[in-house]
DNA sequence: CCCGTAATGATAACGGTTATCAATCCGAGA
DNA sequence: TCTCGGATTGATAACCGTTATCATTACGGG
């Protein structure tokens, strides 16, 4: 079966995400490692955050624009987000009504397997003051 | 100013988007429109669709993979979909209370100007009975 | 009926993501 | 510690959905 090997391309990817505050584009976080000095290649990049988005080290959405953003997330529980529009500050949310809503809504429907993407997209109290 | 001409394809766009039952995509649309016999042009599919969405005549959505999705809904004002991962089958869902618990939410962490995602992915009853 | 101009459409360009595939390097076993 | 197989990497090409280009078409007010 399949083996996970620990690369130091790997180690870099956790620690980028780790020291972000909010969500990050792939390509993005590939800058950001270029910049400081690492030669790791992009397509590597895109292939770890993918990994870790499905052990569930890292969270994943897709911003307005289509974009797959990611995130190390505290919580390891499903959860939802708050998310700033113009910095990507992101406050995580525990939404055990909304969790309950949507299961009750789909088996009303007859509908099964049901996921669902709730997320919330503002403008942080300091974007707030900075564009007044 | 700006004026808003009649054109065939504009028409065609919109019977092609009401005689549909779930979300399609821009580029699905237009291989119906081909198929119907139409020789519409793809990214006239797209202008078309895109001005129908922000005139408030259609709601369009991401799916899970990032495609823009586009639908002729019935309810004009603000709602929610249920929608069928298979066949596209779309159920339309007033959510006062997560219209609620997203502005609170927001607010509580200071943030301003928020909008939500809010849908929920599934299987309609058919489809659950075919796969099974 | 005319004419200005918005709309169209074939196609090129774009931007994000994934596939390719040879070179690399991790790590289990000897 | 050394070896060797196979997982991983990375430069780049391919993909795919969407948007821009721009010459041509045709809507519709005068």
Same mark, same amino acid.
């Given at each position: 079966?399949?083996? #996970?090997?620990? @690369? ?21 976080? =590939? ?16 292939? @770890? ?7 569930? $080290? ?8 289509? $974009? ?5 997330? %505290?919580?390891?529980? =499903?959860?939802? =987000? ?21 299961? #009750? ?6 509908? @099964?397997?049901?996921? =669902? ?8 109290? %300091?974007? @707030?003051?900075?564009?007044?």
């Amino acid at each position: 079966m399949t083996v #996970k090997r620990n @690369t130091w391309q790997r180690e870099a990817v956790r620690e980028a995400l780790d020291s972000r505050d909010g969500f990050v584009s792939a390509q993005g976080l =590939h800058q950001g490692l270029r910049d400081a000095g690492s030669h790791i290649g992009l397509a590597t990049v895109y292939r @770890t955050l993918a990994d870790l988005a499905n052990v569930g $080290e890292a969270d994943s959405l897709q911003s307005p624009e289509g $974009e797959s953003l990611y995130r190390a997330c %505290a919580s390891t529980g =499903h959860h939802h =987000h708050l998310i700033c529009r113009n910095c990507g500050l992101t406050v995580e949310i525990a939404a055990t009504e909304v969790e309950v809503w949507a299961k #009750k809504t789909a088996s009303d429907h007859g509908f @099964t397997d049901a996921r =669902h993407v709730v997320d919330i997209f503002g403008l942080c109290p %300091a974007c @707030t003051a900075a564009s007044a």
